[in-house]
């Protein structure tokens, strides 16, 4: 039985990357190949499931699917190896865009950049999620490359909403949303900016920050002190990670889901959002165009003011607000599971026929 073995930075409940890869797992083994993942740092809710990477036993006829995000010891071990060896690139943010981050991050991810071309020879295919990750690569001068959006679960779409919560947020004020881990390169600074203009229009409107706040450092305590500078201690919910039902619940109760990061390698939010009917206002940046295609709304500079207007229309313009949803609802079909699966079986097979 052929072998495709994943190995995953960080295995945590929820987390994008370790999402795709047993989606890649379940559908490896339905077309009848072996497939175990491995990782780094695994929550203690998915040992069972996962193994540590030094569990890992090498066998020749091996092939290794690495799941590239951080530089790491996992990533130095992979490069001893000389099995057959495929590279998901999920980008790798630079480390300018983490200062005030946790000293760990902000450290893998200079390593993850200082390391990528060592992949370069060692990989006989590199997967990016995006068309602007796959620059990456070619800088990183990887000669084989393609793209392959982001492969994400539907269980989000099926899970049945917290109904209090969700009761508890429509309760006619205006929610901006943004879903993402507490990071610099998030610039959730933006958007506390952004709401203080837009309460100047609708002062009962909030900001809901949703995603998980490890290693965040010193930036959560930032983003907290300029809420307090900013007056909106009780406009701005921190919630911290979340389950699916939640999550279902916030994405149901927004009034607009509002990006402003300054870096994206797909930024997978932007998916749920267009799925849940969700209109989007959008800094574009690094690989949000890309996702977005044609659809939602890019803002080609933060004029904070003139964002706040923007977003009121959204709000308030039932036309122009169906509009968006429409175009987002075209676009999303980009990124049905089914027809990600199919191209990466195609890739898959040629890997293993060559």
Not at 63 to 92: E, I, M, W
Not at 277 to 298: E, M
Not at 318 to 327: D, F, N, P, Q, T
Request: aromatic residues 10%; glycine residues 6%; proline residues 4%.
């Amino acid at each position: 039985m052929a072998t495709i073995h994943q190995f995953v930075t960080g295995a945590t409940p929820g987390n994008a990357i370790y999402n795709e890869a047993k989606i890649m797992q379940q559908a490896l083994r339905g077309w009848g190949l072996r497939s175990d993942i491995f990782a780094e740092r695994i929550h203690p809710s998915l040992q069972k499931t996962v193994a540590h990477y030094e569990q890992y036993r090498p066998q020749p006829e091996d092939v290794l699917l690495f799941h590239y995000s951080l530089g790491s010891a996992l990533s130095d071990y992979l490069l001893t190896l000389p099995q057959k060896l495929l590279l998901r690139y999920h980008n790798v943010t630079p480390s300018r865009y983490l200062v005030g981050a946790h000293p760990w991050l902000h450290a893998g991810a200079a390593k993850g950049r200082r390391d990528l071309p060592l992949f370069a020879n060692r990989t006989v295919l590199a997967l990016a999620d995006s068309a602007f990750n796959e620059k990456d690569l070619a800088t990183a001068q990887f000669t084989k490359t393609a793209v392959l959006s982001l492969i994400q679960p539907n269980d989000l779409f099926h899970t049945e909403s917290d109904h209090d919560l969700r009761n508890k947020l429509a309760n006619g004020q205006t929610n901006l949303l943004f879903v993402g881990r507490m990071s610099p390169n998030k610039r959730q600074e933006d958007l506390l900016k952004t709401l203080y203009f837009y309460r100047q229009i609708d002062p009962t409107a909030r900001l809901l920050l949703v995603g998980s706040e490890d290693g965040a450092g010193s930036y959560g305590r930032f983003l907290r002190t300029l809420a307090q500078e900013l007056g909106l201690e009780t406009a701005v919910q921190f919630s911290g990670h979340v389950s699916d039902a939640a999550l279902a619940a916030y994405y149901q109760a927004a009034s607009v889901y509002v990006c402003l990061s300054e870096h994206e390698g797909f930024c997978q939010p932007l998916v749920e959002s267009m799925r849940f009917g969700l209109p989007i206002v959008a800094y574009a940046s690094t690989a949000v165009p890309g996702t977005l295609g044609n659809a939602g709304i890019l803002i080609q500079e933060k004029n904070y003011p003139v964002l706040a207007e923007l977003i009121h229309l959204l709000v308030t313009d039932s036309a122009l607000r169906e509009k968006v949803i429409v175009g987002q609802t075209e676009r999303a079909k980009a990124f049905q599971q089914d027809r990600l699966l199919a191209q990466f079986e195609e890739l898959v097979t040629a890997v293993l026929n060559e």
